[in-house]
């Protein structure tokens, strides 16, 4: 008795996932299943093109999945060299409907591909992601009037207009700093109405969004109109928050990730501040980094909403410190009554203290530190090889009821070097914490012991904390 064809087709599309040479695999098992494969064109139109043997197999691809719109993912090392499959490429390009491309070094079939102008009618996804900053560069012109989706990394456009269409919904923009950025967003905000997420990450500071545009420093182009169906909007860039203002209008966001170039208390960057948090529900979790060139911290509340805010490149002497940012959150946002989880890195132990000195955290608390090595809990001074010559800066915590740590540093040589252990670290630290709990949970699962020069296991570890503190139960 044969299985239905319609469920053996169904097994078949969850079992190849879009891998070219399985479909051929299960289509060869018995005459039977290779009528029900031959017989579903939809099982053809999902493709992975791995190697030359897949590109070559391109054209039976296309034949097999007759007239259906064209999933279509080329790995990076895909081995498409040649002219003969970037040819079938644009053959199939008026039924594609996503098309994902990793490259490095070699690409020398996409520009025939992705450069000339095309149009591809069916478009709806496009990602382009060049794994790698050396070797040749796309300069992408193509027209997709039913585009939704586009990500592009390390790729430029020759030209926009035929990408910023009133269809797409979601753009992600991965690149170096770049001065064309300021510029484009005007045009991304003019044409792209209906715009749910907006992302720029390219590792500036340089660039700066004004009251009445966007522009690099000083040039203004004009006027912005808010988005009104944005949800989550990150800009690797300072920002102001009139800008914020102009491009969200009243609306609350999902997400929200920007950049300052002023300090706290400073007015400008509160002002910032209060446009980042307005909205927002109970704050149930903060996360703060401080590691060489960076500094940022996080939140979320209740209702999931995230709130990312970095310091600029080059300003770290004059921007905000725990401590201030602290201030801002308790007076704001009444965060000592509803913080529920805490993510630092212990290179900030000294700005936590004083944080938490007069105003800890009044409910039950979960918090994850980073093991960083080379720091001293005082921040920026190194640890010396003997621990307890360090003074012990006593954090407080009345309701803490739970630390995890991660570790930070993959490399085991970066420890010896300090002339530390993780665990002698860990240990450190958990006398370094004052706690009215009778309880508190240690998780080191992922805290790095199997990297230490001798073999710690969590076991072990635990038997040497201190009193009230136990092992987590996965431990």
């Not at 030209?159 to 770049?178: M, N, Q, R």
Request: aromatic share 8%; hydrophobic share 45%; proline share 6%.
């Amino acid at each position: 008795m044969h299985i239905p064809g319609d469920l053996l087709c169904d097994i078949f599309r969850l079992v190849d996932g879009a891998s070219v040479d399985q479909k051929f695999r299960l289509s060869q098992v018995c005459t039977y299943w290779r009528e029900v494969a031959l017989d579903a064109p939809l099982l053809w139109s999902s493709l992975t093109l791995a190697d030359s043997l897949d590109a070559n197999r391109l054209p039976i691809l296309l034949a097999r999945s007759r007239n259906l719109p064209l999933d279509i993912i080329l790995p990076q090392n895909n081995s498409i060299r040649f002219n003969k499959p970037a040819v079938d490429l644009l053959t199939g390009r008026v039924r594609m409907r996503r098309l994902h491309i990793h490259h490095g070094t070699e690409c020398c079939f996409l520009p025939r591909l992705l450069e000339k102008g095309f149009t591809f009618p069916l478009l709806e996804e496009l990602v382009i992601i060049r794994t790698s900053e050396v070797g040749p560069q796309i300069f992408l012109f193509v027209s997709a009037p039913q585009l939704r989706r586009l990500h592009l990394t390390y790729t430029d456009c020759e030209k926009w207009h035929g990408l910023l269409v009133p269809s797409l919904e979601h753009f992600t923009l991965d690149y170096d700093p770049a001065d064309w950025v300021p510029a484009l967003l005007p045009e991304v905000f003019a044409h792209c109405r209906r715009l749910q997420t907006l992302s720029y990450r390219g590792a500036t500071s340089s660039m700066w969004i004004g009251m009445r545009g966007v522009f690099p420093l000083q040039a203004n182009p004009g006027p912005l109109v808010p988005l009104t169906g944005l949800q989550t909007l990150r800009l690797d860039m300072a920002v102001s928050p009139q800008f914020l203002r102009a491009v969200v209008g009243l609306r609350v966001l999902d997400e929200v990730e920007i950049v300052t170039s002023g300090s706290l208390p400073d007015q400008v960057t509160q002002e910032l501040i209060s446009e980042v948090f307005r909205g927002l529900d109970a704050v149930v979790e903060l996360q703060f980094d401080k590691i060489e060139y960076r500094q940022s911290f996080s939140i979320r509340d209740r209702a999931g909403r995230i709130r990312r805010v970095s310091a600029a490149f080059g300003l770290l002497d004059q921007a905000w410190s725990l401590p201030q940012l602290w201030l801002e959150l308790v007076q704001r946002l009444d965060i000592i009554t509803t913080l529920q989880t805490l993510r630092a890195n212990i290179i900030i132990w000294k700005d936590l203290v004083d944080a938490f000195a007069e105003r800890p955290p009044d409910g039950e608390l979960e918090m994850h530190l980073k093991l960083h090595r080379g720091y001293s809990p005082e921040f920026s001074h190194p640890y010396g090889r003997r621990l307890e010559a360090l003074p012990v800066l006593q954090l407080n915590c009345p309701k803490l009821y739970k630390v995890v740590f991660h570790d930070y540093d993959p490399e085991r040589i970066h420890w010896r070097e300090s002339g530390l252990s993780r665990t002698s670290v860990i240990l450190h630290l958990l006398t370094s914490i004052t706690s009215t709990a009778p309880r508190i949970s240690v998780c080191v699962s992922d805290a790095g012991l199997a990297k230490e020069a001798e073999d710690v296991t969590a076991s072990a570890l635990g038997a040497q904390f201190p009193v009230k503190y136990v092992l987590c139960s996965h431990c």
